[in-house]
């Protein structure tokens, strides 16, 4: 089952699966971040919006906002969840809109699935080219090469009758290009048990590499992976906040 059939297939459940995030504290630190570093427009897009909680929450900040994603169930969803927004169906390396942002975010880590460097690279290009002047484009990302391979956390949880496991971890095989996200999820109704695994294809990077790429076009600030402080990135941790201002 390929990654897009298994998000589509679930994509009722994608909220569920992430229960546990707190999506305004997100919001709220990029609000911060955009305060402080951005041209001051409220002009907003979310590249791999989902089902669009944090578009949500950039509404009720006074944003105009608007979504794309490459599924259309989960844009599906959103619309439902943010009536006033505008979405579409896209694969953010080839991002076309008819109007410049003030600010693009991509949550989640999921400028990874850029699945090489030269579409992440096409990705960061289309970012920059619909971005107004001093708008801001600000994404989390994992650096290759401190990704430990342990299987990744289980959370349980019971909704509709029906108990749920959902377990996802990173993996690269420690050379290239390619890393994965490995997703586990299970679904037991009255005794009878539903099983999907899966093994999302994404870009593997550095922070070194990831740096370089952005510099050309933009003013690069990397910020440690904590929306509670604004603080620089220490060199200790492999998750960073990264925040680009165009120049």
């Known amino acids: 089952m390929t990654a897009t059939a298994l998000y589509t297939d679930l994509s009722g459940y994608y909220d ?7 999506y305004r504290e997100q919001s709220d630190y990029v609000r911060r971040l955009h305060e402080l570093l951005g041209n001051g427009g409220k002009h907003y897009l979310d ?38 927004a505008h979405f579409s169906q896209q694969d953010m ?9 003030d600010l693009i975010s991509c949550f989640l880590y999921s400028i990874h699935y850029n699945q090489s460097i030269a579409r992440l690279t096409e990705c960061i290009q289309s970012v920059y080219r619909a971005l107004k002047p001093g708008g801001m ?7 290759k090469d401190q990704i430990d391979n342990r299987p990744g956390i289980k959370r349980n949880i019971t909704y509709n009758n029906s108990d749920f496991c959902f377990q996802s ?17 299970e679904k037991t109704t009255n005794g009878i048990t539903e099983q999907w695994r ?7 990077i550095s922070f070194a590499q990831l740096t370089e790429l952005l510099t050309p076009l933009f003013e690069v600030h990397r910020l440690s992976h904590d ?3 604004i603080t620089p990135w220490q060199n200790q941790s492999g998750n960073a ?3 680009a201002i165009k120049h």
């Open 137 to 143: 484009f600000c994404f989390n990302a994992v650096d």
């Open 241 to 243: 906040f990264f925040v």
């Open 198 to 204: 899966d093994q999302h294809s994404m870009v593997a």
């Open 93 to 101: 390396s080839a991002l076309q809109l008819h109007e410049e942002m």
């Open 47 to 84: 590249l791999a919006c989902g089902t669009g909680p944090h578009i949500r929450h950039f509404i009720d900040f006074g944003y105009q906002a608007s979504g794309v994603d490459i599924n259309q169930p989960m844009l599906d969803i959103a619309q439902s969840r943010c009536a006033e």
């Open 16 to 22: 569920l699966m992430c229960a546990d995030i707190d």
């Open 227 to 229: 929306y509670q402080r």
């Open 169 to 185: 971890g990173w993996y690269y095989s420690g050379s290239g290009e390619q890393q994965a996200l490995q997703l586990r999820i």
